[in-house]
């Protein structure tokens, strides 16, 4: 009799790949997800074309590039919203949403803003000797390091409970997209004259990338502000951004995101001064002129 052959640790990956093969999936939230990347796949080939369009027709794709982005964060809130209702969330939906999600809020937001620039600063970029095109490269690049950290690390750390998903650590990558996507609907349909908007966006675009891998807490919006009772300031404030979304949709999406992506940072900044404030001695709070640490006259 033969001796019998040790187990290989190919053999053993096999196994274990056979073990964790998907049987079965929701096709309904999937196929919703999917169309999530699709649109996003859109996006990107409405940017190519706006790229190489005359300047009269490039605003229009630019602008459909923008609005195929907003079409993707809506099918991204109903998947999720799908397998919840029907109970059938799974690792492998999550897996797919985060794929998905890189596409449409990851490539595509940095590839519409790169042709977007290119297409209305390629003189000056030659004129600057290439260093221009470079930073704005490096921003795009950036931007999608950054958005498939994100989308890696909420994976690892994401709880299925549907409790632990009232916020976020770090920039969402939907919000970050609708911030950038917002300024280059804003640009092309509003004031497409002002270039200045252009020059700011790649500058934008590396904010946003380090503010989705920082540790910012990030609130859910839609859970909320739409889920169980709320104080009357919460229908407040929506009846006030949809009164705006019909006032002037263009201005309204570049308040809202632009809000949103600023607000926590705003908050955090002020909460790290004030923890700072707090902890100073009572002479340095003092020569800053604190009130409350002018010394008590003893008799």
């Known amino acids: 009799m033969s001796p019998l052959k040790p187990k290989t640790n ?6 274990r790949v056979r073990k964790r093969r998907v049987k079965h999936i929701s096709v309904l939230p999937s196929l919703v997800t999917i169309l999530n990347g699709v649109f996003g796949f859109i996006a990107i080939v409405f940017a190519s074309k706006g790229a190489e369009a005359p300047q009269q027709e490039s605003h229009s794709y630019f602008a459909m590039a923008g609005y195929t982005i907003l079409l993707a964060m809506f099918a991204d809130m109903l998947d999720g919203r799908l397998a919840r209702m029907s109970q059938s ?4 939906g999550g897996q797919l949403d985060s794929l998905c999600d890189l596409i449409s809020f990851g490539v ?7 042709k977007l ?5 390629e003189l000056t970029a030659v004129l600057s000797g290439g260093l221009l095109h470079r930073f704005i490269w490096l921003a795009a690049l950036a931007y999608i390091s950054c ?8 994976n690892v750390e994401n709880d299925a409970n549907e409790a632990a998903h009232m916020s976020f650590v770090g920039l969402p990558s939907p919000a970050a997209a609708g911030v950038i996507i917002s300024l280059i609907i804003f640009h092309q349909e509003q004031v497409p004259g002002l270039d200045f908007l252009v020059y700011l966006m790649p500058f934008v675009t590396l904010g946003l990338a380090i503010l989705m891998v920082s540790r910012i807490r990030y609130p859910h ?11 009357l300031g919460y229908l407040v404030r929506v009846l006030f951004f949809l009164g705006l979304v019909v006032w002037n949709m263009q201005t309204a999406l570049v308040l809202i995101f632009g809000i949103f992506a600023a607000g926590s940072l705003v908050r955090w900044l002020y909460h790290k001064a004030a923890s700072r404030w707090v902890s100073s001695p009572a002479p340095e709070r003092q020569a800053l002129g604190d009130p409350t640490s002018t010394p008590q006259a003893h008799p």
């Open 108 to 114: 595509a937001p940095a590839f519409i803003m790169l």
């Open 147 to 154: 958005a498939a950290i994100r989308l890696a690390r909420f």
């Open 117 to 121: 620039l290119e297409t209305k600063l």
């Open 221 to 231: 919006a839609l859970n909320l502000y739409l889920k169980g009772k709320k104080p």
């Open 89 to 92: 969330t799974s690792s492998f």
């Open 10 to 15: 190919k053999g053993r990956l096999l196994r």
